[in-house]
């Protein structure tokens, strides 16, 4: 496994880390037994950056890795965020649908002492805040992350989605060691602004749904996806843009082939070569899928292969959306 700094902090993450979500929400069923082989494998594999949050199937994926962290917790370096909360204080498939942002000093103290309750942990490695609150200025959330540092029940602080303003403002409170963003061949907003800052500031870029949420490798069975994978409700997924992912897919697979890998690993490898101050945190509850996506921190790309590979996203611009229309107006980045 290769490895790579977290910001300024000096500590080293595997390349490619892991995202838990799916083994809890979003994405359909999962089964536990089979979650669990996934996580040891991943320890075997060297896979040490583990990520959740408390939102997740409403604290259930926090309990179910639990299960492999606290016997292991030398081995893995685990993350997870807080802030989203249940109208209803239910959970439901959609990590987002019928929920609401809270980045208040009183809500941080509580959430961060249910996680680590959860966890089976004294300390997180990495606490995020999911987004940021817009009632509330980021300064006086990043305060009182700071304080749970001081208390010893958090070692380094992140944000999620955050823009380039927030992580300035937040970066002056308290030193901020990585900025969690969605980011992947079809998702490059950050380019544009938030890779320069974090850059500047020494923070390290974690992506999450690296390889698109899985559009290389599902997008032709869609209509088989189960009835409770969000993946349905976007935009990416739907008639419009169907045809225009397809062709896209189809071609990074082709071209992938070539080169006797996968069309997802084409897209993993292609994130990582971004730049090592990139970490991406591809998830799945399959040891295969693990595997692979392991094997794709190995693979070099040319400058040739990353000129063809961006010639393949320029003729099929129609991507859509990363989210539908009622999750793009949740995300707040101020």
Same mark, same amino acid.
């Given at each position: 496994?290769?490895?790579?700094?977290?910001?300024?902090?000096?500590?080293?993450?595997?390349?490619?880390?892991?995202?838990?979500?799916?083994?809890?929400?979003?994405?359909?069923?999962?089964?536990?037994?089979?979650?669990?082989?996934?996580?040891?494998?991943?320890?075997?594999?060297?896979?040490?950056?583990?990520?959740?949050?408390?939102?997740?199937?409403?604290?259930?994926?926090?309990?179910?890795?639990?299960?492999?962290?606290?016997?292991?917790?030398?081995?893995?370096?685990?993350?997870?965020?807080?802030?989203?909360?249940?109208?209803?204080?239910?959970?439901?498939?959609?990590?987002?649908?019928?929920?609401?942002?809270?980045?208040?000093?009183?809500?941080?103290?509580?959430?961060?002492?249910?996680?680590?309750?959860?966890?089976?942990?004294?300390?997180?490695?990495?606490?995020?805040?999911?987004?940021?609150?817009?009632?509330?200025?980021?300064?006086?959330?990043?305060?009182?992350?700071?304080?749970?540092?001081?208390?010893?029940?958090?070692?380094?602080?992140?944000?999620?989605?955050?823009?380039?303003?927030?992580?300035?403002?937040?970066?002056?409170?308290?030193?901020?060691?990585?900025?969690? &963003?969605?980011?992947? $061949?079809? !998702?490059? #907003?950050?380019?544009?602004?938030?890779? %320069?800052? *974090?850059? =500047?500031?020494?923070?390290?870029?974690?992506?999450?749904?690296?390889?698109?949420?899985?559009?290389?490798?599902?997008?032709?069975?869609?209509?088989?996806?189960?009835?409770?994978?969000?993946?349905?409700?976007?935009?990416?997924?739907?008639?419009?843009?169907?045809?225009?992912?397809?062709?896209?897919?189809?071609?990074?697979?082709?071209?992938?082939?070539?080169?006797?890998?996968?069309?997802?690993?084409?897209?993993?490898?292609?994130?990582?070569?971004?730049?090592?101050?990139?970490?991406?945190?591809?998830?799945?509850?399959?040891?295969?899928?693990?595997?692979?996506?392991?094997?794709?921190?190995?693979?070099?790309? &040319?400058?040739?292969? $990353?000129? !063809?590979? #961006?010639?393949?996203?320029?003729?099929? %611009?129609? *991507?859509? =959306?990363?989210?539908?229309?009622?999750?793009?107006?949740?995300?707040?980045?101020?």
């Amino acid at each position: 496994m290769q490895f790579r700094k977290l910001g300024n902090t000096g500590k080293e993450l595997s390349a490619v880390g892991l995202g838990c979500m799916g083994m809890s929400a979003a994405y359909g069923p999962a089964d536990e037994q089979d979650n669990i082989r996934t996580l040891y494998r991943a320890l075997d594999l060297g896979v040490n950056f583990w990520d959740t949050a408390d939102i997740y199937a409403n604290g259930e994926n926090e309990k179910l890795i639990s299960k492999v962290l606290a016997p292991n917790r030398d081995k893995i370096f685990i993350a997870t965020k807080f802030g989203f909360r249940y109208r209803e204080g239910e959970a439901n498939h959609s990590v987002a649908t019928g929920t609401y942002f809270d980045g208040s000093p009183e809500w941080i103290r509580k959430a961060v002492d249910a996680s680590l309750q959860r966890l089976k942990v004294d300390e997180i490695d990495l606490y995020y805040a999911h987004r940021v609150d817009p009632n509330i200025p980021v300064e006086e959330t990043v305060g009182a992350m700071a304080e749970l540092v001081k208390a010893g029940k958090v070692k380094y602080l992140g944000l999620s989605e955050a823009s380039a303003s927030s992580i300035r403002k937040a970066h002056a409170v308290h030193p901020i060691a990585a900025l969690q &963003s969605e980011y992947s $061949l079809l !998702t490059r #907003d950050v380019e544009k602004e938030i890779l %320069p800052v *974090v850059r =500047e500031l020494g923070i390290s870029l974690v992506p999450f749904s690296p390889l698109a949420r899985g559009l290389f490798s599902n997008i032709n069975e869609v209509q088989n996806l189960n009835k409770e994978d969000f993946r349905r409700s976007l935009p990416r997924y739907q008639e419009k843009h169907l045809e225009n992912n397809r062709k896209l897919a189809q071609e990074i697979n082709d071209f992938a082939a070539s080169k006797g890998v996968k069309g997802t690993q084409l897209a993993l490898a292609w994130v990582l070569n971004q730049g090592n101050d990139i970490i991406p945190i591809p998830g799945t509850k399959r040891i295969k899928y693990l595997e692979e996506n392991v094997e794709a921190a190995n693979l070099e790309l &040319s400058g040739e292969d $990353l000129i !063809t590979i #961006d010639s393949i996203l320029k003729k099929y %611009p129609d *991507v859509g =959306e990363r989210y539908n229309e009622g999750l793009m107006k949740e995300l707040v980045n101020n």
